[in-house]
């Protein structure tokens, strides 16, 4: 028999199934009502913009092209695109499976074990999944309303040199927070005078439905002559649809060539076809009425959700209200344990996810993230119902 503790390697051995994904496994059951996951909405994936996109790829010797081999960077044309709109070069951009497999090798090009990053606490639980079987020290930022504080912060970088500093300033997952322009801006000044690099991670920016935008990390350090310390990561997967696999990064040219060097050594190329289909898709002029209409759908769903929860959720509920992206997160009174719940909430056929998964210290056990955007406003209050009756009852 093989002993298969010691035949795999020390990096597997460090793995951890996500949690979200185990329990997706389970929200899968009839009646179900699943607040788990970051999934969008089925019904408003852009159906017709892709069927059309798709058809005219798949004609000919168009479809050819399409389904040959492609560039390990990523179709030329889309890389060309998304640089114009962030205002880097396309040499700069490089397409990925997703903004998931961006994380992962850039962990594997940047760390060595042993060293230090920075991260939110709590922070993205797919970053800690990708990163932390390399054997790296999570150095923990405090958060509150207005994202991560900058002056814990200042005074962590006193006795720490991290590698990079990983953050997701838009509607943050799990907690919805935006960082404020100010720490935004001191942000950047710090990533300088310490000479780290910053991961901006934004997958939720253009799901916007009260206030006004800000600028990017990258935007930012590009007016201070600075590109060179950020890394950008964008996906499709929360505006077109997930089952095309296709984000993208931008980065200083010898990381992104550390980055590309080893993509080739795991998938060869992104999807061509997934990634026409996308560049296709965006360039359609009805794409921004696709986008105006994710952003009132989901708005409307984040607004049931929280009043929802005013009406059912037990006295001393406290919990973020998203300016956007696809989650809030609420901590529940008297240091209620929200994980011993959990198998309950699965009986009434609902389900959430606690924040411990996304804490270093395994803090979070009183907080939920709920997600708003997959299920429709009559579920969001039924679901949340369920979850009142159980949380009240304890």
């Known amino acids: 028999m093989i002993d298969w503790q010691q035949t795999l390697g020390t990096t597997t051995r460090g793995l951890?199934?996500?949690?979200?994904?185990?329990?997706?496994?389970?929200?899968?059951?009839?009646?179900?009502?699943?607040?788990?996951?970051?999934?969008?909405?089925?019904?408003?994936?852009?159906?017709e913009l892709i069927r059309t996109a798709s058809a005219g790829l798949l004609d000919g010797d168009q479809a050819r092209r399409t389904l040959q081999y492609g560039e390990s960077e990523g179709v030329a044309a889309l890389r060309a695109h998304l640089g114009e709109s962030v205002s880097v070069p396309t040499e700069r951009v490089l397409i990925t499976s997703g903004a998931q497999q961006g994380l992962d090798l850039l962990g594997r090009v940047l760390l060595d074990r042993g060293e230090s990053i920075l991260v939110e606490n709590p922070t993205y639980l797919g970053a800690l999944g990708a990163w932390r079987p390399l054997g790296v020290r999570f150095v923990p930022i405090p958060m509150d309303g207005n994202?991560?504080?900058?002056?814990?912060?200042?005074?962590?970088?006193?006795?720490?040199?991290?590698?990079?500093l990983y953050t997701m300033p838009n509607f943050q997952n799990p907690g919805g927070s935006v960082l404020a322009l100010e720490r935004r801006e001191a942000l950047v000044t710090l990533a300088e005078r310490h000479g780290f690099l910053i991961v901006e991670d934004d997958p939720y920016g253009d799901l916007r439905y009260d206030g006004e935008a800000l600028p990017s990390l990258l935007s930012l350090a590009?007016?201070?002559?600075?590109?060179?310390?950020?890394?950008?990561?964008?996906?499709?997967?929360k505006v077109v649809a997930p089952g095309l696999r296709?984000?993208?990064?931008?980065?200083?040219?010898?990381?992104?060539?550390?980055?590309?060097?080893?993509k080739q050594a795991t998938d060869f190329h992104p999807s061509t076809l997934g990634q026409r289909i996308i560049l296709e898709v965006i360039q359609d002029p009805r794409y921004p009425a696709h986008l105006h209409h994710l952003r009132e759908t989901y708005g409307a769903r984040r607004d049931a959700m929280d009043a929802a929860m005013h009406e059912a959720f037990p006295e001393g509920t406290t919990w973020t209200r998203p300016q956007g992206g696809m989650f809030l997160m609420a901590r529940l009174p008297?240091?209620?344990?929200?994980?011993?719940?959990f198998e309950t909430a699965l009986?009434?056929?609902?389900?959430?996810?606690?924040?411990?998964?996304?804490t270093i210290d395994d803090s979070g056990k009183d907080t939920i993230r709920l997600n708003f955007t997959n299920a429709s406003p009559e579920k969001i209050r039924e679901g949340i119902a369920r979850l009142g009756r159980l949380f009240s009852s304890q």
């Open 347 to 358: 009986q009434e056929k609902v389900a959430y996810v606690t924040v411990d998964h996304f």
């Open 334 to 341: 008297n240091g209620m344990d929200a994980t011993a719940c």
């Open 222 to 237: 590009q007016a201070q002559g600075i590109g060179d310390h950020v890394v950008h990561l964008r996906s499709f997967s």
């Open 246 to 262: 296709v984000g993208w990064m931008t980065g200083p040219p010898p990381l992104l060539n550390a980055v590309l060097t080893l």
């Open 16 to 47: 951890r199934r996500s949690a979200v994904r185990e329990i997706l496994k389970a929200a899968v059951q009839p009646e179900m009502i699943s607040f788990a996951g970051g999934l969008p909405a089925p019904e408003c994936f852009p159906e």
């Open 147 to 164: 994202g991560l504080c900058t002056d814990a912060l200042g005074e962590i970088l006193t006795r720490e040199r991290p590698k990079f």
